[in-house]
């Protein structure tokens, strides 16, 4: 069999169980079964797949077709047009993400000193890092085992002179000995608790809770960072939140019982207002 027509059988049955996307997941699945990119791939399209390879993807699609989502079957995922490593250990970034990346990238000044909070993959952090010539960045976030993975990411991109990691708590108190910074982006998790039973399986059952839910309203993190955490800011300092849909008001109102000034909110390609900004 050659690897086009393996591609297409993937390609069938993801569709055939209802898979959105199964076009790109297929060419991903077959990619990772092989150890190929995806310019080999195209290069290889007529040759045929040895035994192995056959094997390893029957054994990658009955993961993706038990639930599993595709990133954490091949441990990459692209976020802002950089090949990230994800796993089980961090949150998938999702494209509306970008959405933040790209606004913290609008409003810096030459030399912006940035703290991502909540960092999982450290998506956020380093898409600002790599497209700002002369910034540093601080990914913080609670969980040792997602820092693990954004040190990793900063290795894989070559960050290291500019980019570093840092356990911290955004529910606790903002530690100084982080420094200070003219920018806090965040995309902390934000998901209603009540919320959880509705969640598709693929989130609920894969992706880390701790990064997910924010509490019986789902806006923990953001009382918690705009009330302990403003001193990690210089005075005119920037803060970039994403918010869950319908959220943005109350993360504006938060805002500004701690005092930041509310600036602007940015929607997403659906409409819905993904970006909260403030200033301090
Ligand atoms: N900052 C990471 C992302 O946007 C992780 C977010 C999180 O863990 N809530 O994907």
């Given at each position: 069999m050659t690897y086009s027509s393996l591609c297409i059988g993937v390609r069938n049955t993801l569709r055939g169980r209802g898979i959105s996307g199964a076009e790109l997941e297929a060419r991903l699945i077959v990619c990772a079964a092989a150890g190929i990119d995806a310019d080999t791939y195209y290069r290889c399209l007529g040759q045929t797949v040895p035994d192995r390879t056959m094997n390893r993807c029957e054994e990658l699609l009955g993961r993706r077709l038990s639930g599993e989502p595709v990133a954490y079957i091949t441990g990459k995922w692209e976020f802002f047009g950089l090949e990230l490593i994800v796993d089980r250990r961090v949150l998938i970034p999702r494209i509306d993400t970008e959405i933040l990346a790209e606004e913290a990238i609008r409003l810096a000044a030459p030399g912006v000193r940035i703290l991502d909070m909540c960092?999982?993959?450290g998506c956020v952090g380093i898409a600002a890092a790599v497209n700002l010539p002369g910034s540093r960045a601080v990914l913080a976030d609670i969980s040792r085992e997602a820092l693990s993975v954004a040190g990793e990411n900063i290795a894989l991109l070559g960050l290291e002179d500019k980019v570093s990691t840092a356990l911290a708590?955004?529910?606790?108190?903002?530690?100084?000995?982080?420094g200070k910074f003219d920018m806090i982006v965040c995309n902390p998790?934000?998901?209603?608790?009540?919320e959880a039973p509705r969640l598709d399986a693929s989130v609920k059952d894969y992706e880390p809770g701790i990064a997910l839910f924010g509490g019986a309203d789902g806006l923990d993190h953001y009382r918690s960072i705009c009330s302990n955490?403003?001193?990690?800011?210089?005075?005119?300092g920037y803060i970039l939140f994403e918010c869950g849909a319908g959220q943005a008001r109350s993360v504006e109102q938060i805002m500004r019982e701690n005092g930041l000034k509310v600036k602007s909110t940015v929607k997403d390609t659906s409409g819905v207002e993904r970006v909260a900004v403030g200033q301090k």
């Open positions: 960092c999982g993959s708590d955004s529910l606790g108190e903002y530690d100084p000995s982080l998790p934000y998901i209603r608790t009540d955490w403003t001193g990690a800011l210089f005075p005119g």
